[in-house]
């Protein structure tokens, strides 16, 4: 397993502004994921951040309004730009252990970053 | 395409008693894994169990079991000797062999009640 940690862990912002997420890893992880869950909803992808190379966002989700960044293969940061009320959610990064070819694929994540905007 | 399907949104299990939360998929792909996590009220993810499509036994990792019926594409969580502390979401989650990426769910919301 991986330990995780990310912050802030809460945050509180204002219409427009920006937030920074970062997220550490306790051991070298090629892929790491962040995901978007909004009030009451499941998880939903972002984008997965890989080291060296732009990250890969899903449909739907832009690098204007997410950007990642990946500088080593421990950390990476999530920044949600121009916040508006509907960025409200629990932001979490995540881990996966082993590659494509094996089934357990295991992703261990974050605390998540529960975020507010007014 | 794939897809997971959880139909029941709500669930109440006295302590001490066993449930089953249902967890059914699609895919068209023969490899392929099945997970299940639990989010507590902090809002963590916490993995649970894995099942891969091609284990001939079903996974059980303490008081988690997972009765994976392969033709009904079902990977239903049991929980046994529910406690106060299993109160939660839990999600089902499907990978496809030779990706990242996680479908989830819509999560069942489980309260333990005393």
């Known amino acids: 397993s991986a330990v995780i940690s990310q912050k802030p862990s809460r945050d509180i912002c204002q219409r427009g502004t920006s937030l920074t997420i970062q997220c550490q890893v306790d051991?070298?992880?090629?892929?790491m994921f962040w995901y978007r869950q909004q009030p009451g909803q499941s998880l939903t992808l972002i984008a997965t951040?890989?080291?060296?190379?732009?990250?890969?966002?899903e449909s739907g989700f832009v690098i204007d309004k997410f950007p990642i960044s990946r500088p080593n293969l421990t950390f990476s940061t999530l920044t949600v730009s121009n916040m508006s009320p509907e960025d409200s959610s629990i932001y979490l990064c995540?881990?996966?252990?082993?590659?494509?070819?094996?089934?357990?694929?295991?992703?261990?994540f974050g605390a998540g970053t529960r975020l507010s905007v007014l | 395409a794939q897809k997971i399907t959880q139909t029941q949104p709500g669930m109440f299990v006295q302590e001490k008693e066993a449930v089953t939360l249902d967890c059914t998929y699609d895919t068209s792909d023969p490899s392929y894994g099945l997970f299940w996590y639990k989010q507590p009220s902090s809002g963590e993810m916490i993995f649970l169990i894995y099942q891969g499509s091609y284990d001939q036994q079903n996974a059980t990792e303490g008081r988690y079991s997972l009765n994976f019926q392969k033709a009904r594409k079902s990977a239903n969580l049991v929980i046994s000797a529910s406690q106060l502390g299993d109160s939660a979401m839990y999600f089902c989650?499907?990978?496809?062999?030779?990706?990242?990426?996680?479908?989830f769910g819509t999560g069942t919301r489980l309260k333990v009640l005393a």
């Open positions: 051991s070298q992880v090629t892929m």
């Open positions: 951040a890989n080291q060296g190379s732009e990250a890969t966002y």
């Open positions: 995540s881990v996966g252990t082993g590659g494509t070819s094996n089934a357990k694929n295991i992703q261990y």
């Open positions: 989650a499907m990978r496809e062999l030779g990706t990242y990426k996680y479908i």
